[in-house]
């Protein structure tokens, strides 16, 4: 792989500035241009065809999520968005995610950033990821909804599972969700196909840092037939509730007399997240009166597979990982694959329904 071509969009000329000397530092990019507005931007996607984009939200003429919508049609290309952290600019982000971006940078101190250096190194990295993402995955994130297809697999690369055939025998169920990039669009398109009357709680584990997850819950509760809120501490789960771990908090499900209840706590991050799936999925390994659906989808790393090996060891667990031909980043998956742990490999668009099918 040679240096990543970079553009970068900002229409503060001092964020600009700093902005390409971070990359430029590093031989690991090349910046071939800035653009200081979303029109440019896309007039610039299109000539110059980066590899990777860096998108402000919040810009004149045409401001980033309008921007980014018209990328992602014509020239579909991984972007990362540079946020403010406030609640106007949470929301923001969030949409930016559903509208194709791989992922975004909370900016230190607002729109001008005189501290920007402080996310120096998050920059360069979070860049230099989003370069691996397949932009044909991208592509097909945009088409989803246009192409109904059915593709929906046991995979053949693992120990098959005979019981993915047979229904659960204990009644009291719990469907549990590890993602992280890719993931507020993949969550959009398995939350809003499951029917208000989901017959099992919802816990997911979005990496994700504070401020930024009640803006995710709070868009997708709008767009779902279920519940979605962020997860409070001590709060019973209910059935056909989906509840999203804070940032910078892991989520743990404990027994609270015959119910459950999500549990936060502000222990160290696991393998650098907090939240992490693998804490969710450890403690839910110690819950043996519910039956359990635990799916993986995109993002980098391995987070989940290890808490996934606790859980499918722990009683009546079904679990279904994300194809490579639909994730954004297939690195979760994939780890979850090869530990032979995954009964059902599916499609994005089909994993909704494979959770209904095993919780029927």
């Known amino acids: ?31 071939i241009d800035v653009a200081r507005n979303g029109k440019d931007a896309v007039q610039k996607v299109v000539e110059l065809k980066p590899d990777v984009v860096t998108l402000d939200v919040e810009m004149p003429i045409l401001n980033g999520l309008e921007a980014l919508k018209e990328i992602m049609k014509i020239h579909p290309v991984p972007v990362v968005m540079l946020s403010s952290t406030t609640k106007e600019g949470a929301e923001n982000t969030i949409l930016a995610m559903q509208y194709g971006a791989v992922d975004f940078i909370p900016k230190p101190s607002g729109a001008i950033s005189l501290d920007i250096d402080k996310v120096k190194d998050e920059i360069t990295e979070k860049v230099f990821l989003a370069a691996k993402v397949n932009a044909r995955n991208l592509r097909h994130h945009t088409q989803i909804a246009k192409t109904p297809t059915k593709i929906v697999e046991d995979c053949s690369k693992i120990e098959k599972n005979n019981s993915i055939l047979k229904g659960f025998s204990l009644s009291k169920k719990l469907i549990c969700i590890g993602t992280s990039t890719g993931g507020p669009r993949a969550l959009q398109q398995v939350l809003t196909k499951l029917p208000k009357e989901t017959d099992a709680p919802i816990v997911i584990v979005q990496h994700m840092p504070p401020g930024f997850t009640k803006s995710l819950a709070d868009r997708l509760h709008t767009i779902c037939q279920i519940d979605v809120k962020e997860a409070e501490d001590g709060e019973v789960l209910k059935k056909g509730v989906a509840y999203i771990a804070p940032g910078g908090y892991h989520l743990k499900v404990v027994k609270l007399g015959v119910s459950l209840a999500a549990k936060l706590e502000k222990t160290p991050p696991k393998n650098g997240h907090r939240p992490a799936v693998d804490v969710l999925f450890d403690s839910i390994s110690d819950i043996t009166d519910y039956a359990k659906v635990a799916v993986i989808m995109t993002g980098m790393g391995s987070d989940g597979t290890e808490g996934l090996k606790r859980l499918k060891d722990s009683g009546e667990v079904k679990s279904i990982a994300e194809s490579e031909e639909t994730c954004i980043v297939y690195g979760m998956p994939k780890t979850a694959i090869a530990s032979n742990k995954i009964d059902v490999v599916a499609r994005l668009e089909q994993i909704a329904e494979e959770i209904l099918k095993m919780i029927k």
């Open 1 to 31: 792989m040679g240096k990543v071509r970079v553009l970068i969009v900002d229409d503060s000329a001092f964020m600009r500035k700093m902005i390409s000397s971070f990359l430029e530092e590093d031989d690991r990019f090349e910046v």
